[in-house]
């Protein structure tokens, strides 16, 4: 049996394509540095970062930066979805909640992260807690506006027929208004990772003293830069790696149900 031509362009040949996309990445970079002639200190080439890759691996440092950043960022973030999605839940459907706390959430929102973290170090100290208390700053906010859009978004249609078969309360919530809000949920949840993750390494670099963050700041005041490098490369894989685990959650049946229901 022939399988068409844009099944196997669009699905077999997707990982050939990104593969080449890396492979031009490289070669950029490789050819940059010789044509500019930029020195080592400056701009190492990829021989040199996968030689500091190397080294790192064996002395066990990389996979213990990667452990201490992710272990912050799974506390943080899984604490500020905990709270912001059913508050965000809340405020969509109920006016009364939404008029006194969503005045507070976009006054808080635009606030940088970064800039709470004076006060994360006055209550916290060095540690693991202020850099999970930014992580959940970062997150949080703009997964209370996500889900609230997502609420607002459901069809009153869905509703008037939710209260025709008298779902109220939490079997509402459950069985209609969080599976119809799950698309706009997934959506703000790979935005909010991807923030987390941005923030989680400049919170190392100030707060902590592990992790990928403080790994490259230490890199830096030892002027080694293929770590600094390396670490930044790292950085990128994981988030690469986070983003397409959270893209699974589209195929839970929740998120399925809500998209087939346009």
Avoid at 16 to 35: C, D, E, M, N, P
Avoid at 44 to 49: A, F, K, L
Avoid at 151 to 165: C, H, M, S, W
Wanted: charged share 15%.
């Amino acid at each position: 049996m022939c399988l068409p031509a844009g099944f196997i362009w669009g699905g077999v040949m997707r990982p050939v394509k990104s593969l080449l996309g890396f492979a031009l990445f490289l070669a950029l970079w490789y050819g940059a540095r010789k044509l500019l002639d930029v020195p080592v200190y400056m701009l190492p080439g990829p021989s040199d970062v996968a030689r500091a890759l190397k080294e790192m691996a064996e002395s066990g440092q990389l996979f213990e930066s990667a452990v201490a950043s992710l272990y912050r960022v799974t506390w943080g973030f899984y604490l500020a979805v905990a709270v912001s999605v059913p508050l965000g839940l809340v405020m969509g459907r109920i006016r009364w909640v939404s008029d006194i706390v969503n005045p507070v959430i976009q006054f808080l929102r635009p606030i940088s992260p970064l800039a709470w973290i004076p006060i994360a170090l006055m209550w916290f100290g060095i540690g693991d807690k202020p850099a999970v208390f930014l992580i959940f700053l970062s997150a949080f906010f703009p997964m209370v506006v996500f889900t609230v859009s997502g609420v607002a978004g459901i069809r009153e249609t869905y509703l008037r027929v939710a209260d025709n078969f008298g779902l109220r309360g939490l079997d509402l919530y459950m069985k209609v208004i969080l599976p119809a809000a799950m698309p706009e949920i997934v959506v703000g949840l790979r935005i909010t990772l991807g923030t987390a993750w941005l923030v989680i390494v400049a919170a190392e670099m100030i707060a902590v003293k592990s992790g990928l963050g403080y790994l490259i700041i230490d890199a830096r005041n030892s002027l080694r830069m293929d770590k600094v490098v390396a670490g930044m490369l790292i950085i990128g894989v994981i988030g690469l790696v986070l983003d397409h685990l959270i893209r699974l959650l589209e195929r839970l049946p929740w998120v399925e149900w809500s998209t087939r229901r346009q």
